[in-house]
Nanobody, 120 residues
Framework: QVQLVESGGGLVPAGGSLTLSCAAS????????MGWYRQAPGKLRELVAT???????NYLDSVKGRFTISRGNAKNTVYLQMNSLKPEDSAVYYC??????????????WGQGTQVTVSS
């Protein structure tokens, strides 16, 4: 089992910045990926950004150049620095931990979600 604790989020005016963080603990395997997803009301959950344990990143096109995902020194914490926020970035943001056990087995864990609201 892996436990995820999210922090950050809140209300910010358009053009502002926020940082989300997510700390993982428990039975963590080295080949893992951490990431952030978001879901706005009436919309499907979408990938925002992911980062592997080796540092490879992937971003949603609409956040490229504005958001930066990174991992802490202990590798079990992931951060999402969000700059130049837009009202359309408003959503519940979820941390996801993909625990790769071996080449054919993976466990996915989700955080409880944190609200990000960007006012226009």
């Amino acid at each position: 089992q892996v436990q995820l604790v999210e922090s950050g989020g809140g209300l910010v005016p358009a053009g502002g910045s926020l940082t989300l963080s997510c700390a993982a603990s428990g039975s963590i395997f080295s080949g893992n990926t951490m990431g952030w997803y978001r879901q706005a009301p009436g919309k499907l959950r979408e990938l925002v950004a992911t980062i592997t344990n080796g540092g490879m990143t992937n971003y949603l096109d609409s956040v490229k150049g504005r958001f930066t995902i990174s991992r802490g020194n202990a590798k079990n914490t992931v951060y999402l620095q969000m700059n130049s926020l837009k009202p359309e970035d408003s959503a519940v943001y979820y941390c996801k931990f993909e625990n790769v056990i071996n080449s054919w087995s993976r466990e996915d864990y989700w955080g409880q979600g944190t609200q990000v609201t960007v006012s226009s």
